[in-house]
Nanobody, 126 residues
Framework: QVQLVESGGGSVQAGGSVRLSCAASGNIDLTRCMAWFRQEPGKEREGVAAIYTGGSSTNYADSAKGRFIISRDNAKNTMYLQMNDLKPEDTAMYYC???????????????????WGLGTQVTVSS
C-alpha cells in the first residue's frame, strides 16, 4: 500500500507561483510513476504532469507546458509541482497519484493510477 499526502496549495494572484509537494510513504516501489491531476467542481479530472522515478521521463498536459515543472526527490520520496505564471483557469483541487509502471513512461490518464492523495486546493484570483 501507498499513502500520498499533498501540501503547498493556497490562494495566489494571477501571474504568481505556487509549489505543491506530495510525500509518499509505504511501498515506494508502487510509485514508479507519480503525477499531478486537478479537478474543478462539476468537471472531469485532468492530468497535469507525470514523472517516472528518478525523473528520467516526464509528461505534461498542453495546459502545463512552459509554465509548470514536475520533479521528484527519491531520497525524500517526495514529488513537486512548480507552477508559474498562474491563471484563474488553474484554480482547482490538485491531487497527487501514483502507480507501479512497467516501463519508464508515465501516462496522464487517471485509469492508470492506483493510489491517490486527498488533494490540495489552489485558487488563482485575477
Amino acid at each position: 500500500q501507498v499513502q500520498l499526502v499533498e501540501s503547498g496549495g493556497g490562494s495566489v494572484q494571477a501571474g504568481g507561483s505556487v509549489r505543491l509537494s506530495c510525500a509518499a510513504s509505504g511501498n515506494i516501489d508502487l510509485t514508479r510513476c507519480m503525477a499531478w491531476f486537478r479537478q474543478e467542481p462539476g468537471k472531469e479530472r485532468e492530468g497535469v504532469a507525470a514523472i517516472y522515478t528518478g525523473g528520467s521521463s516526464t509528461n505534461y498536459a498542453d495546459s502545463a507546458k512552459g509554465r509548470f515543472i514536475i520533479s521528484r526527490d527519491n531520497a525524500k520520496n517526495t514529488m513537486y509541482l512548480q507552477m508559474n505564471d498562474l491563471k484563474p483557469e488553474d484554480t482547482a483541487m490538485y491531487y497527487c497519484a501514483a502507480y507501479r509502471a512497467s516501463w519508464s513512461w508515465c501516462y496522464l490518464g487517471d485509469d492508470f493510477y492506483d493510489y491517490w492523495g486527498l488533494g490540495t486546493q489552489v485558487t488563482v484570483s485575477s
